[in-house]
């Protein structure tokens, strides 16, 4: 039909139709499938882009950021039962890799107007068991000023980074996914940079960690059928390799299409009903989503719908109030967390991509406009 879309995978893919097919051609007419030059092509060049010394491409962003904690393990900065500080308004994922490796979760409520952790709140949940903070760059905004960093040195803890929406995000001119000792990145086909399927990779410039990851992703081993770990199965396909190393060229492009659309929203939204999340540098966000806030969220949503507007909610649930883990030690039933939970009523991601024509962009806008 003729709704605006939310993401148009079809028109964006098609828009470098030809050098997909030819990098994905070339695979094929090579035959070889797994760790071969694809992939090490494509890891030097996003840890160029990225600014790190290493990056290792793994399976998907969820095991990208599990593989960063279970490396600490191994290495003995972590054990069961140590504090991971990270953002309650996160996606699944971002828990999920840490209680899968038997830590505990400590959820600090973002700040209303910027969305991400609230950067003054993370000493406060600070104890003995705390080993690393979690930042999460979510909806392409970043989540680090230069106090987490002092906070970590402070206290001697990791700063690992989700990227997994922040591809081409920066905070004075570092890459999110270098500002600290290690960062999960998803390609999954909806994020900034997608694949054909799924994806992900780690950057760091520790070459221990970086070593320790790319062999436990490989089945914990080295040398072939000798296993130092008990490893996992977590490696990128050549094919999303080679459509990874194409489309990342073209990143720094999409993303400015996408800061382009997003001053046009922020200078046309015009309803008192509708809040807009603080506007910060383009540097700063790369605009993964567009999230917008209303108390009557729902009903705006199905007025955008009939008025041929398609939206989304990121997210409806928050992690802690999921079935998973209503059971969960860390999960008391006093966490208090107003701010995520109003996020989580509140909001509605109106379309945001690289393809949204101009007509589009006004459609939008008129019927949030009209919404009363
Ligand atoms: C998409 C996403 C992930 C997980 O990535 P997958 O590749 O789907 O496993 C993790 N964290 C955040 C914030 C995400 O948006």
């Given at each position: 039909?003729?709704?605006?879309?939310?993401?148009?995978?079809?028109?964006?893919?098609?828009?470098?139709?030809?050098?997909?097919?030819?990098?994905?051609?070339?695979?094929?007419?090579?035959?070889?499938?797994?760790?071969?030059?694809?992939?090490?092509?494509?890891?030097?060049?996003?840890?160029?882009?990225?600014?790190?010394?290493?990056?290792?491409?793994?399976?998907?962003?969820?095991?990208?950021?599990?593989?960063?904690?279970?490396?600490?393990?191994?290495?003995?900065?972590?054990?069961?039962?140590?504090?991971?500080?990270?953002?309650?308004?996160?996606?699944?994922?971002?828990?999920?890799?840490?209680?899968?490796?038997?830590?505990?979760?400590?959820?600090?409520?973002?700040?209303?107007?910027?969305?991400?952790?609230?950067?003054?709140?993370?000493?406060?949940?600070?104890?003995?068991?705390?080993?690393?903070?979690?930042?999460?760059?979510?909806?392409g905004r970043?989540?680090?000023?230069?106090?987490?960093?002092?906070?970590?040195?402070?206290?001697?803890?990791?700063?690992?980074?989700?990227?997994?929406?922040?591809?081409?995000?920066?905070?004075?001119?570092?890459?999110?996914?270098?500002?600290?000792?290690?960062?999960?990145?998803?390609?999954?086909?909806?994020?900034?940079?997608?694949?054909?399927?799924?994806?992900?990779?780690?950057?760091?410039?520790?070459?221990?960690?970086?070593?320790?990851?790319?062999?436990?992703?490989?089945?914990?081993?080295?040398?072939?059928?000798?296993?130092?770990?008990?490893?996992?199965?977590?490696?990128?396909?050549?094919?999303?390799?080679?459509?990874?190393?194409?489309?990342?060229?073209?990143?720094?492009?999409?993303?400015?299409?996408?800061?382009?659309?997003?001053?046009?929203?922020?200078?046309?939204?015009?309803?008192?009903?509708?809040?807009?999340?603080?506007?910060?540098a383009d540097?700063?966000?790369?605009?993964?989503?567009?999230?917008?806030?209303?108390?009557?969220?729902?009903?705006?949503?199905?007025?955008?719908?009939?008025?041929?507007?398609?939206?989304?909610?990121?997210?409806?649930?928050?992690?802690?109030?999921?079935?998973?883990?209503?059971?969960?030690?860390?999960?008391?039933?006093?966490?208090?967390?107003?701010?995520?939970?109003?996020?989580?009523?509140?909001?509605?991601?109106?379309?945001m991509n690289?393809?949204?024509?101009?007509?589009?962009?006004?459609?939008?806008?008129?019927?949030?406009?009209?919404?009363?």
């Open positions: 039909d003729n709704m605006v879309k939310l993401l148009d995978l079809q028109a964006i893919t098609m828009m470098h139709g030809n050098e997909y097919r030819a990098a994905v051609n070339r695979v094929i007419e090579s035959g070889w499938f797994l760790q071969g030059n694809e992939n090490k092509q494509f890891e030097a060049d996003y840890a160029r882009y990225i600014g790190t010394d290493e990056c290792i491409a793994v399976a998907n962003g969820l095991d990208a950021l599990y593989l960063i904690m279970r490396a600490y393990k191994e290495m003995g900065f972590m054990q069961d039962g140590d504090e991971i500080i990270v953002p309650a308004n996160t996606y699944i994922a971002t828990i999920l890799a840490i209680t899968k490796n038997d830590l505990t979760p400590v959820l600090v409520e973002p700040t209303w107007d910027n969305l991400e952790i609230d950067i003054d709140k993370i000493e406060e949940a600070i104890t003995p068991k705390t080993k690393g903070v979690m930042i999460v760059h979510l909806y970043v989540a680090y000023n230069d106090k987490v960093g002092e906070i970590c040195k402070k206290h001697h803890l990791k700063l690992m980074e989700d990227c997994a929406q922040s591809h081409g995000c920066s905070w004075k001119g570092v890459k999110t996914g270098a500002l600290g000792d290690a960062a999960a990145h998803s390609f999954y086909p909806g994020k900034n940079l997608g694949a054909f399927g799924d994806a992900g990779a780690v950057t760091t410039s520790n070459p221990e960690l970086a070593s320790i990851i790319r062999t436990l992703a490989n089945y914990g081993s080295q040398k072939k059928y000798m296993f130092k770990y008990v490893g996992m199965n977590s490696r990128m396909s050549e094919p999303d390799a080679a459509v990874l190393y194409v489309k990342l060229k073209y990143l720094n492009e999409d993303n400015k299409k996408r800061q382009e659309l997003a001053a046009y929203y922020y200078e046309n939204i015009k309803n008192p009903l509708i809040t807009l999340p603080a506007r910060i540097e700063n966000n790369v605009y993964h989503q567009f999230p917008i806030f209303c108390e009557r969220r729902d009903e705006l949503q199905k007025f955008l719908a009939d008025n041929g507007v398609q939206t989304l909610i990121h997210y409806p649930i928050p992690p802690h109030h999921q079935e998973c883990y209503i059971e969960a030690a860390w999960n008391k039933p006093q966490l208090s967390l107003p701010i995520s939970e109003k996020i989580h009523e509140q909001e509605l991601s109106i379309p690289q393809v949204i024509l101009m007509e589009e962009a006004k459609i939008v806008v008129d019927a949030l406009n009209a919404f009363k």
